[in-house]
């Protein structure tokens, strides 16, 4: 009976490591879309903000104007969701919520030409307000965040 205990113990350390080696892997490796256009571009993240202050670009036009929109559409909505799983992870939101935005996201992002507005169409500004009023990311004050603190905020109604 031992030897069956000890492979059961066994089993489970594995399948512990390999969920945790998983979710490790599937988080986003940036935090900021500018890092993200940083580290698509192979320029300097300081280079990066300062092309889009002088110049008012959004991030994604940046990373289309160097080529890699798509994969900036990709890494930013990975940005997003691990912020929403943080927040559904610290009770800020429901998973429902979450995937109802990630949801909203996806679609979008079809049309998304890098602008940070094009493509929004009816389901975001529909399902969460214009310009994605009230979805912050929940960090500042409870202005930004919306009063319950909940959702992402779409800058200026953007499809990332």
Same mark, same amino acid.
Request: charged share 20%.
């Given at each position: 009976?031992?030897?069956?205990?000890?492979?059961?113990?066994?089993?489970?350390?594995?399948?512990?490591?390999?969920?945790?080696?998983?979710?490790?892997?599937?988080?986003?490796?940036?935090?900021?879309?500018?890092?993200?256009?940083?580290?698509?571009?192979?320029?300097?993240?300081?280079?990066?903000?300062?092309?889009?202050?002088?110049?008012?670009? %959004?991030? &994604?036009?940046?990373? /289309?104007? #160097?080529?890699?929109?798509?994969?900036?559409? !990709? +890494?930013?909505?990975?940005?997003?969701?691990?912020?929403?799983?943080?927040?559904?992870?610290?009770?800020?939101?429901?998973?429902?919520?979450?995937?109802?935005?990630?949801?909203?996201?996806?679609?979008?992002?079809?049309?998304?030409?890098?602008?940070? %507005?094009? &493509?929004?169409?009816? /389901?975001? #500004?529909?399902?969460?307000?214009?310009?994605? !009023? +009230?979805?912050?990311?929940?960090?500042?004050?409870?202005?930004?965040?919306?009063?319950?603190?909940?959702?992402?905020?779409?800058?200026?109604?953007?499809?990332?």
């Amino acid at each position: 009976m031992k030897r069956w205990e000890k492979i059961t113990a066994t089993g489970f350390m594995v399948m512990a490591i390999s969920a945790t080696g998983v979710t490790a892997f599937a988080a986003s490796q940036y935090n900021t879309p500018a890092e993200l256009v940083a580290g698509i571009t192979g320029r300097t993240l300081e280079s990066i903000v300062d092309e889009r202050t002088e110049t008012g670009k %959004s991030y &994604g036009e940046i990373a /289309s104007e #160097a080529g890699e929109l798509d994969e900036f559409k !990709a +890494g930013a909505l990975e940005i997003k969701k691990d912020q929403l799983a943080a927040q559904v992870e610290a009770g800020v939101m429901t998973q429902e919520r979450a995937d109802t935005i990630i949801a909203a996201l996806e679609e979008n992002q079809i049309n998304c030409d890098g602008t940070g %507005s094009v &493509g929004l169409g009816k /389901s975001l #500004a529909a399902k969460f307000g214009a310009n994605g !009023a +009230g979805m912050g990311t929940g960090r500042g004050g409870s202005a930004e965040r919306g009063s319950r603190g909940q959702g992402m905020k779409l800058h200026g109604g953007s499809c990332y």
